[in-house]
């Protein structure tokens, strides 16, 4: 059986904007190596470690059972043959990433939720993020992380131009559909249910992704208000939406699709030393199995982009 591919990126965000970027890039790394060296780093390493070996066995339990509940086909899947640290605590690299703009299809009051697909089809992605204030080496406690991106043919909920699907249809502009926010923990982490995205009108593959603070929850579930601390948007391996993008409902996007290398957000990161590639773990030996992603944030407290 086919092993799953599993990475770990840590994404940094400069405490200071020091005069050249690889000085900024040298001050985060001394920072961060004095947090991963203090005893409440390696045991919080070791809660992550176990958070997230758990939900992925989790993960892959619920998929055998439904596969028993609903088919007599063989319930065997691809296991990760590695530990839990193995598999989740070792890092592959440590990337400075600049704060980007939200782009032109956020919307203000996203509904506070742990599962954003709605009724929206394609392949099951499970979200884990966790944020590190570097400044104090603790993680990030009740952050609200939004995360937005288009559905698997190209549609951002909520809005209705030219460029987003059809343009006349109104009903888009109260469409709600992957989109969502939700705070961090104890241990700084944020997790999300949603699908792989889709491609939208020349851009690459992304996922957009929106940390805020002192902003309002409101009676109806949503969250309003507050300032933005970092935008990022992340990407994928070109293979790895190759493979999507075969798939039905993803093989019916009529919008043309941007690779990686033709990106000018990924291009402009990339030239600037920075690595926007999300990581993933597969479920099983096709990706239409479902992708576990974990990304570590680490970025300077206080530090904020713009308002919500």
């Known amino acids: ?32 190596q004095a947090c991963e060296e203090s005893l409440a780093a390696r045991k919080l ?4 470690v176990a958070r997230r070996t758990e939900a992925i066995e989790k993960l892959r339990q619920e998929r055998r059972q439904r596969r028993l509940d609903t088919s007599k ?39 506070i939720r742990d599962d954003m697909r709605e009724d929206q ?3 099951v992605m499970y979200i884990d993020v966790q944020v590190i204030d570097v400044s104090s080496c603790d993680p990030v406690k009740g952050m ?29 502009l109260n469409a709600t559909f992957l989109r969502g926010a939700t705070p961090t923990d104890e241990d700084g982490v944020a997790q999300m249910v949603s699908i ?7 851009r690459a593959t992304h996922l957009f992704f929106i940390g805020n603070y002192g902003g309002t929850v409101l009676e109806n579930r949503t969250y309003m208000g507050g300032s933005v601390s970092h935008v990022a948007q992340f990407f994928f391996d070109q293979d790895l939406i190759t493979s999507v993008e075969a798939l039905p409902p993803y093989s019916t996007n009529n919008e043309p699709l941007t690779l990686n290398k033709d990106d000018g957000f990924l291009q402009q990161a990339i030239a600037s030393g920075f690595d926007p590639i999300m990581t993933y773990a597969l479920f099983g030996d096709t990706v239409d199995d479902g992708l576990f992603v974990w990304i570590s944030v680490d970025f300077c407290g206080g530090e904020h982009v713009g308002r919500a």
Do not use: W
């Open 1 to 32: 059986m086919k092993a799953a591919i599993f990475l770990r990126v840590v994404i940094l965000i400069a405490c200071t904007l020091p005069d050249s970027a690889s000085s900024d890039q040298e001050l985060v790394q001394r920072t961060l």
């Open 45 to 48: 390493e070791e809660r992550t």
């Open 73 to 111: 086909h063989s319930s065997t899947i691809v296991t990760v043959n590695t530990t839990g640290t193995d598999l989740f605590g070792s890092s592959t690299g440590d990337v400075v990433e600049p704060d980007t703009i939200t782009g032109p299809y956020y919307i203000k009051g996203n509904l």
């Open 121 to 123: 089809e394609g392949v």
């Open 144 to 172: 609200y992380v939004e995360f937005m991106h288009a559905n698997a043919t190209g549609v951002n909920s909520g809005v209705v131009v030219s460029t987003n699907g059809d343009s006349v249809d109104m009903s888009n």
């Open 196 to 202: 792989f995205p889709g491609h939208s009108a020349d």
